[in-house]
C-alpha cells in the first residue's frame, strides 16, 4: 500500500528570514531558510513547499535572489509560492528550478489568470493555496491578501472553481489551525477533498504524526503538509528542524483509509 507524500512547508518574511506563524499573527523567527532546506536535504524529504507570507499583502513577487539561493541547495522537488501576479512572474519561478508555483490571492481574485497559467505552463505546474478561516457561527469562508481579504466562498466552491480552470493541486489550510498544532479541519479537509478530482494537501495544525494518519485515514487527503511538526522539538516551539524517519514513514502504509 502507498504512502502519502508528507511536505514541509517553510514560509518566508519581508527580511527574508525564515517564519512560522500562529493563526497568520504572531511569527516565530527561525532564521535562514537556505540552511533549513539544507537541513531538510539530509532528512530526503518528499518536497518542499516555500511561500512568502507578505508578497501577496504588499503587491510584490517573492524574492528571486532567495529562489536561486533555495534551488542552488534544494536536493528534493520545491514547489514556491507569494506574490505571483501575472504570467511573467511564473515564468521567472519556474525559471529558478521550481517544479511548481503555488498561486494564492491572484488565482482565487481573478479566475481568468488562473485558466491562463494552466493553459500557459499546463495544469502539473500549477498549484493553488486555498486559505479559510471560520466565523463566529463556525462558518468557513475563503481568505486572500494573507488572510486578511475575506471573500464570499466557502472552501469547497473555491476547491470545486480552481479545479475546474486546470489547477493541478490544491493546497487546503486552515488559519485558525496555523502553528497551534492541534490537528487539522478534519471536517473541511474531507468536505474538499472528498468532493475534488485532483489532489489535495492538508495544511495547518499538524503537531504530530498522530494527526496526519488522522486525516490521512479520514478525509481522502493526498498528502499532508506541515511547518510546525517540521520546525519545532514539540508543542513548546524549542526550534529543531525535523522529519520523519524511514520506520515512522513506512507506519502510513498501514493506516486502514476510511
Known amino acids: 500500500m502507498f504512502r502519502p507524500r508528507i511536505i514541509p512547508v517553510v514560509l518566508v518574511d519581508d527580511n527574508g528570514h525564515a517564519v512560522k506563524t500562529i493563526r497568520f499573527g504572531k ?3 527561525l532564521g535562514d531558510p537556505v540552511n533549513t532546506v539544507s537541513i531538510f536535504n539530509a532528512f530526503r524529504v518528499d518536497e518542499l513547499v516555500l ?46 528550478g521550481a517544479e511548481k508555483v503555488v498561486l494564492g490571492t491572484a488565482a482565487l ?20 493555496c486555498i486559505d479559510f478561516q471560520r466565523d ?19 472552501p469547497l466552491e473555491a476547491a470545486l472553481m ?12 486552515s488559519i485558525d489551525r496555523d502553528g497551534t498544532m492541534k490537528g487539522y479541519d478534519l471536517e473541511t479537509l474531507k468536505a474538499v477533498a472528498c468532493a475534488a478530482s485532483v489532489p489535495v494537501i ?19 487527503a493526498s498528502a499532508l503538509a506541515s ?5 519545532f522539538q ?13 520506520e515512522a514513514l513506512r507506519s502510513f502504509r498501514e493506516v486502514r483509509v476510511q
Do not use: W
Request: net charge neutral; proline share 2%; aromatic share 6%.
Open 27 to 29: 511569527k516565530i523567527d
Open 51 to 96: 511561500l512568502d507570507i507578505a508578497a501577496a499583502r504588499h503587491r510584490r513577487l517573492i524574492s528571486l535572489e532567495l529562489l536561486a539561493d533555495i534551488a542552488a541547495e534544494a536536493k528534493m522537488p520545491f514547489s514556491v509560492g507569494g506574490g505571483v501576479e501575472s504570467l511573467a512572474d511564473i515564468h521567472k519561478i519556474l525559471s529558478t
Open 109 to 128: 481574485e481573478r479566475p481568468d489568470f488562473l485558466r491562463a497559467a494552466t493553459t500557459e505552463f499546463g495544469s502539473s505546474s500549477i498549484m493553488v
Open 136 to 154: 463566529v457561527f463556525g462558518r468557513a469562508t475563503v481568505r486572500t491578501r494573507g488572510g486578511t481579504v475575506k471573500q464570499k466562498q466557502t
Open 162 to 173: 480552481v479545479e475546474s480552470l486546470g489547477a493541478g493541486e490544491i493546497i487546503l489550510q
Open 202 to 220: 492538508a495544511l495547518g495544525g499538524a503537531g504530530r504524526l498522530e494527526d496526519m494518519k488522522e486525516a490521512y485515514a479520514g478525509t481522502h
Open 227 to 231: 511547518g510546525s511538526l517540521f520546525c
Open 234 to 246: 514539540d508543542r513548546q516551539r524549542g526550534v529543531l528542524v525535523n522529519y520523519p524517519d524511514k
